[in-house]
Nanobody, 128 residues
């Protein structure tokens, strides 16, 4: 499974960006897709996840109410709409995919090690 991201860039605080990830390859095996981010000198952290088939979602507390994750099964695409951006949102954002496994609640899929495939990342920079 390949996960190229797009949509990153530079934006002023309170602005918006929309990230996209177009999955290709054996997409029928995808169970959950997520977005993570990594700021300089920091560990990669969970941002949001969506269950591929049923669409249930889960968000990290710092982005709740500002970010929205969505998926388009027909296009094998997952998007991250980011509104009300803050300087602390500055990071490289990564798309990730988890293959089908034992059923777990969507809130379980917040750990980097759970995911099987990763994109190359797209830079998001928010100026104050």
């Amino acid at each position: 499974v390949q996960l190229p991201e797009s949509g990153g860039g530079l934006v002023q605080a309170a602005g918006s960006l929309r990230l996209s990830c177009a999955a290709s390859g054996r997409t029928s095996s995808i169970f959950v897709m997520g977005w993570f981010r990594q700021a300089p000198g920091m560990e990669r952290e969970f941002v949001a996840a969506v269950r591929w088939r049923f669409g249930s979602t889960y968000y990290a507390d710092p982005v709740k109410g500002r970010f929205t994750i969505s998926r388009d099964n027909a296009k094998s695409t997952v998007n991250l709409q980011m509104n009300g951006l803050k300087p602390e949102d500055t990071a490289v954002y990564y798309c990730a995919a988890k293959e089908a496994t034992t059923y777990r609640d969507i809130t379980y899929y917040t750990t980097v090690s759970l995911y099987d495939y990763w994109g190359q990342g797209t830079q998001v920079a928010v100026s104050s």
